[in-house]
């Protein structure tokens, strides 16, 4: 089964990566942008505010269960399992104070016409301070300053990092490197304050779709590509060099991750199945999704041979038929595994009893529906919310607390499918990006700002964005 996305712009050539690698200060793109030539970024104008403390992974799971059958018991003497108590109501009740105005929008164009506008993919917010990062179908990355006191709508840094289209960010986690997935079939590694590529990763034979660094070691990265192909990088290894960039090999690889029992019988060559997304275990396996079904694999990547995933969960049994996953996100603590289907649910998966399957029959929303594998999903710093784009034009906002989740339509913002959603690191700042070339940030009004608008007239709330 391949990817029913609809149909995009026709995107530029494939191009190999040595012509526009590195990137270095002297021709940086920004040479040509009028008024700002050789314009250096330093992370430390930038306010570095982080509001939440560093998670630690490395947690004792043993431990971490005890005190999780102790919280059960205890709410359960509250009555939480039998309806009188609703952990996620006071987490509801924030996320209807959501809102976005006319001026709280960057709208996506070419670095050097401004009239020339591109559809964005991605949005990746760092991990200690106020910057995001866009990235669209041009191959360009654009810095933003999601600061209140910044201009969020003049870029901080424009750089053109591939000549085509970019599906996937990843920062590392103190900010310095920034990863790249592209339609170019490579995936790349950028030091951003010296604005030169570190390394060029090249293996995949179609789209990479994701990129993930390791979040216990930087020097480790994990792509995923529609060629059927999950590589693992190790930046610290010996690579060649041409140009003074280092071009990397996978150090190891799972082939054909989700081929179907048909695809591997079969003497003819099959289109493969799509890897759609990755995501890390606490205890550093690795768990990937596709476009063939709901069933997420588990591998262990320290030991790749014979190459079987360790855990393959079952299907969601709420699903009538297969539905491929967009998107997975690691809730901070290590708890939680969330996964947005194409059947319009996000599923939760406890990560230590994988291979039970989903915890119930997933989330639903009136205002999410996922028609695409563009739209995905992210989760809060705080892990208080799971935001996801929506085919629908909306962005939907679900509360983590308790074992049933209302969500939040934020409602208003986009005029078509809202793809890539992102948290800042700096709060709980939202961004979204969309396929009308916008991206929007939405804060939490503490004036009822939400409530204001929800009431007023059509004519009088457009251009503006607000919770339902």
Not at 438 to 459: D, M, S, T
């Amino acid at each position: 089964m391949m990817d029913s996305s609809p149909v995009r712009p026709t995107k530029h050539p494939l191009d190999d990566i040595t012509n526009r690698l590195p990137i270095t200060p002297d021709h940086s793109p920004l040479a040509h942008v009028n008024g700002v030539k050789r314009q250096r970024l330093s992370l430390s104008d930038v306010p570095a505010k982080p509001v939440f403390a560093p998670v630690d992974v490395a947690y004792n799971v043993v431990g971490r269960r005890r005190k999780a059958r102790v919280g059960l018991e205890f709410g359960r003497s509250l009555g939480v399992n039998e309806g009188r108590f609703d952990l996620s109501a006071p987490l509801r009740t924030a996320a209807l104070n959501y809102y976005s105005t006319p001026d709280w929008t960057h709208h996506i164009h070419a670095q050097d016409n401004e009239n020339d506008h591109s559809i964005p993919f991605a949005v990746s917010s760092c991990n200690t301070n106020s910057l995001v990062a866009i990235a669209d179908e041009t191959g360009s990355v654009r810095l933003l300053d999601t600061d209140p006191s910044r201009n969020f709508r003049e870029p901080v840094l424009h750089l053109q990092l591939h000549n085509n289209a970019i599906f996937d960010l990843a920062w590392s986690a103190d900010d310095a490197l920034l990863a790249t997935a592209s339609g170019d079939q490579t995936s790349a590694v950028f030091d951003v304050q010296r604005q030169v590529c570190v390394a060029g990763l090249m293996g995949h034979t179609a789209t990479v779709k994701q990129i993930l660094f390791n979040p216990t070691n930087p020097a480790l990265l994990s792509t995923c590509s529609r060629d059927g192909n999950i590589h693992l990088w190790d930046l610290r290894c010996t690579a060649a060099s041409n140009g003074g960039t280092a071009f990397q090999k996978p150090v190891n690889s799972v082939l054909a991750a989700h081929a179907t029992p048909q695809q591997r019988a079969s003497k003819k060559k099959l289109p493969p199945t799509s890897i759609t997304s990755l995501a890390y275990l606490p205890n550093g396996n690795v768990v990937s999704a596709s476009e063939s079904n709901s069933c997420l694999k588990v591998w262990d990547v320290r030991r790749l041979h014979p190459r079987t995933p360790i855990i393959t969960t079952p299907a969601p049994a709420s699903q009538s038929r297969p539905y491929g996953i967009t998107s997975m996100n690691m809730a901070p603590n290590g708890q939680m595994l969330y996964a947005l289907s194409r059947d319009g649910a996000l599923y939760r998966y406890d990560t230590s009893f994988m291979e039970r399957g989903p915890i119930d029959a997933g989330w639903n929303c009136d205002g999410l529906a996922v028609r695409s594998y563009f739209v995905k999903s992210h989760i809060s710093r705080d892990g208080n919310y799971v935001a996801c784009g929506s085919s629908d034009n909306n962005v939907v906002l679900f509360p983590t607390a308790g074992d049933v989740s209302a969500g939040v339509t934020l409602k208003g913002g986009h005029l078509k499918e809202v793809t890539s959603v992102a948290f800042s690191g700096f709060d709980n700042t939202l961004m979204s990006v969309s396929d009308d070339m916008v991206c929007r940030l939405w804060r939490e009004g503490l004036q009822g700002e939400a409530g204001g608008l929800r009431n007023a007239e059509e004519g009088a709330r457009w251009g503006w964005g607000w919770s339902a």
